[in-house]
Every structure is written in structure tokens, then in C-alpha cells.
């Protein structure tokens, strides 16, 4: 079996890329956008594996691609963030987030390959909180429109719908990488925004266990964790890496993108871990501590 990883140097790619090949040695591929050479800094990817060069808004260079590779398994980790300048471009935001994972599953169903697609909760706009697959997408901004635009439900696809939050090891836009400059700073956590995602870590050993006990599972399913607001997700990671920010509570801003993950949960048993041992996990992964 061969796992092609699209975006293997993102937040969610790098850990999908590391974790994988712990499982599948030897079966697991990634591109990446820049050439080889600029990897080899990070010590996890073996250039051998990896495919440079890569923009995915060509799609003739994506087919020679999977052509080349001949993947079973898809893992589409590529996606422009609310962090991310590209953001700003609601042309590139279609053609990345909407476009290319549609043709993936286009390209799976026709070849009977399997694809593996992250979506968000941001596909909601945060006004009721413990959405379910059947909670009807109403975002208004670019990034939720584009993000749900982009689920694939075909015969060969399965889309994951989960906030996932991690370190990163180049780019470093999101939301811990953010925190983890704050040492000794005194900053804002937002008491009333309430989050349900994993990390990228916890994300990459459900994976696992699709790819390995659930081959035949398409459609659309919800991952989440116990619902945390981002004030105590913040204070919880102050204390665990010793930052010493001092947080102060905003109330200004309030929303709930919060998911259900019942349909999950019945088919497979997860439970998700403590967000306390999540986080350890997270700052305690050798990859970003030498």
C-alpha cells in the first residue's frame, strides 16, 4: 500500500508524514512546495519519498504526480488558513480549499483509490455550538465557504470535519506557534469562544486506525474533543510549557463552533484524550526540541 500526503510540511502534514511512517515504512510519500534541500533542516523526511516543487493549483502536475506515485491512499493536507496572507485572495482561498480537494476525489473514484480530506468547524458560523453532520453549514466568511465547498462525499472519499490545532516547523501562522512566542508577555484569551478540535498528533493516529481497521469508510465524520474555551486551552498550555504569560479574560468576542462527534465515536469507541495530555504530548515531541 502507498500514502501519498499532500502538504507534508504543514501543521497537519508534517505530523500525518512523521507518524505514518512509524506504521507504514516505506509506503508513505509527500510533496512539498519547495525543493528538497529546504527540508532537510527539519530531519524527519527522507528526500527520497518526497516530491518538490509542488503547486497544487496545477492540476496536470498533480496528475503526473499520482501518477508517478500510483497512491492507494490520499491524505490531502493542503489548505489556506485564516492566518495565512493568501487569505486575502477569495480566487486562490476557491482553487486551493474548494477546487483541488473536489478533483482529488474526482481522480479517487475513478482510479478506486481511496481519499482522506480535513475539513474545519469553521464551516459554521458559531451560533448554536455542538454541530452534527446534519447541521446545515452557514459561515460567511471566505475561508468557511471555501473549507466547506471543499468536502468530498464521493464514492471513494472520506472528509474529516475537525479543528486541529499544533506546532509547526516552518511558516508558523497558527495559533500555538503564536502563543509560544508570548513568553512573559500579557496578552488576551477569549472566555467565550469555545473550541473542540485535537492536535495534529492525535488527528495522525486516527488515521492510522481508518487506514488500517476501516478501509471502506467514505462520507462525512466529526472528530472533536471535550468543548474548552480558547482562554482555558490557553492558560492550560501556559502552564504546561512555563511561559509565564500573564492572560487576561476577553469577553468581547463570543462564538461557538463546538462539534458533535457521536457518529465517530458509536462506530469507532474514541474517546479523545485529556486536552492536559494532548498539549504535554504536544510540547513534549522530540521534533521540535531537537
Given at each position: 500500500m502507498k500514502i501519498l500526503i499532500f502538504g507534508a510540511n504543514g501543521m497537519i502534514g508534517h505530523q500525518m508524514w512523521y507518524k505514518l511512517n512509524k506504521e507504514f515504512p516505506g509506503s508513505v510519500y509527500g510533496t512539498v512546495r519547495?525543493?528538497?534541500?529546504?527540508?532537510?533542516?527539519?530531519?524527519?523526511?527522507?528526500?527520497?519519498?518526497?516530491?518538490?516543487?509542488?503547486?497544487?493549483?496545477?492540476?496536470?502536475?498533480?496528475?503526473?504526480?499520482?501518477?508517478?506515485?500510483?497512491?492507494?491512499?490520499i491524505l490531502n493536507c493542503v489548505g489556506i488558513t485564516l492566518r495565512k496572507p493568501e487569505i486575502k485572495d477569495p480566487a486562490l482561498c476557491q482553487e486551493v480549499n474548494s477546487l483541488f480537494p473536489q478533483r482529488l476525489g474526482r481522480w479517487a473514484a475513478q482510479h478506486q483509490k481511496r481519499l482522506i480530506h480535513f475539513s474545519t468547524d469553521c464551516v459554521f458560523a458559531g451560533g448554536d455550538g455542538m454541530y452534527t453532520e446534519l447541521s446545515i453549514p452557514d459561515a460567511q466568511d471566505v475561508y468557511g465557504k471555501t473549507k466547506f465547498l471543499g468536502e468530498v462525499l464521493g464514492?471513494?472519499?472520506?472528509?474529516?470535519?475537525?479543528?486541529?490545532?499544533?506546532?509547526?516547523?516552518?511558516g508558523k501562522t497558527e495559533l500555538i506557534e503564536w502563543f509560544l512566542q508570548?513568553?512573559?508577555?500579557?496578552?488576551?484569551g477569549y472566555s467565550k469562544a469555545i473550541y473542540s478540535g485535537i492536535t495534529s498528533a492525535e488527528m495522525a493516529r486516527q488515521i492510522i486506525l481508518i487506514i488500517r481497521q476501516y478501509p471502506n469508510l467514505t462520507g462525512l465524520y466529526?472528530?472533536?474533543?471535550?468543548?474548552?474555551?480558547?482562554?482555558?486551552?490557553?492558560?492550560?498550555?501556559?502552564?504546561?510549557?512555563?511561559?509565564?504569560?500573564?492572560?487576561?479574560k476577553d469577553e468581547s468576542y463570543s462564538t461557538n463552533k463546538s462539534l458533535d462527534s457521536k457518529k465517530y465515536r458509536q462506530l469507532t469507541g474514541y474517546n479523545s484524550p485529556s486536552w492536559s495530555s494532548m498539549l504535554s504530548e504536544m510540547m513534549e515531541e522530540k521534533i521540535y526540541n531537537g
Open positions: 519547495k525543493p528538497t534541500s529546504h527540508y532537510e533542516q527539519y530531519k524527519i523526511f527522507d528526500s527520497k519519498f518526497l516530491i518538490p516543487n509542488l503547486d497544487v493549483t496545477d492540476f496536470n502536475k498533480v496528475l503526473q504526480v499520482l501518477d508517478q506515485v500510483k497512491p492507494d491512499v464514492s471513494h472519499s472520506l472528509t474529516l470535519r475537525c479543528p486541529i490545532i499544533g506546532r509547526e516547523i516552518e508570548q513568553r512573559n508577555k500579557t496578552i488576551k466529526q472528530i472533536s474533543s471535550e468543548p474548552i474555551s480558547k482562554y482555558d486551552l490557553l492558560q492550560l498550555l501556559n502552564e504546561i510549557s512555563a511561559l509565564n504569560a500573564t492572560i487576561n
